[in-house]
T-cell receptor, first 113, second 114 residues
């Protein structure tokens, strides 16, 4: 079946540190991949996405590259800020499944000043 | 408002009671989704509407769960004979179309069944 596995949190970093949150997936066919973020007290929002192999999604200094050979979509940021503290969810959607996003369990990031 | 609105934000009920959760999507968004999020888990798909019809209800756990969207805008998730295991945050999301994968989520309705 289709699934997403994320590194377990919480992750605690100091401001300006490098961030990696690992995400691997299992899917039939060629899914689209997403990172969603949930800031405290807010709803989930799309952070970035990639729809085919070798695509790189980027937004707000975050990046993730769709790696078909390793079935991975790791999230990275070169220098985190306190305002990046949130829960990050990796997700996939198989082609033809329309709205059905499959999410990982989420990784909580805390950035200390 | 500009975003997806869900009411109530919190609902406490007793086992066996009936519950309705409401979702008001972003104006003009034709696709609407319901997800359920248990503690420490990611959102789990329940049902997806395209317009007024349920295009995919494969995630509904059993026949106690039902959702409607009669006019293609507001949606109501209905849970009959609630059980303690139904306790979770119920998330609603909408999108301009079902193709993009960019869903706009509400803050959720937290349901607690005692």
């Amino acid at each position: 079946g289709n699934s997403v596995t994320q590194m377990e949190g919480p992750v605690t970093l100091s401001e300006e540190a490098f961030l990696t949150i690992n995400c691997t997936y299992t899917a039939t066919g060629y899914p689209s991949l997403f990172w969603y973020v949930q800031y405290p007290g807010e709803g989930l929002q799309l952070l970035l996405k990639a729809t085919k192999a070798d695509d790189k999604g980027s937004n707000k200094g975050f990046e993730a590259t769709y790696r078909k050979e390793t079935t991975s979509f790791h999230l990275e940021k070169g220098s985190v800020q306190v305002s990046d503290s949130a829960v990050y969810f990796c997700a996939l959607r198989n082609r033809g499944s329309q709205g059905n996003l499959i999410f990982g369990k989420g990784t909580k990031l805390s950035v200390k000043p | 408002g500009a975003g997806v609105s869900q009411t109530p934000s919190n609902k406490v009920t007793e086992k066996g009671k009936y519950v309705e959760l409401r979702c008001d999507p972003i104006s003009g968004h034709t696709a609407l989704y319901w997800y359920r999020q248990s503690l420490g888990q990611g959102p789990e798909f329940l049902i997806y509407f395209q317009g007024t019809g349920a295009a995919d209800d494969s995630g509904l756990p059993n026949d106690r769960f039902f959702a409607v969207r009669p006019e293609g805008s507001v949606s109501t998730l209905k849970i009959q004979r609630t059980e303690r295991g139904d306790s979770a945050v119920y998330l609603c999301a909408s999108s301009l179309s079902s193709d993009t994968g960019e869903l706009f989520f509400g803050e959720g309705s937290r349901l607690t069944v005692l």
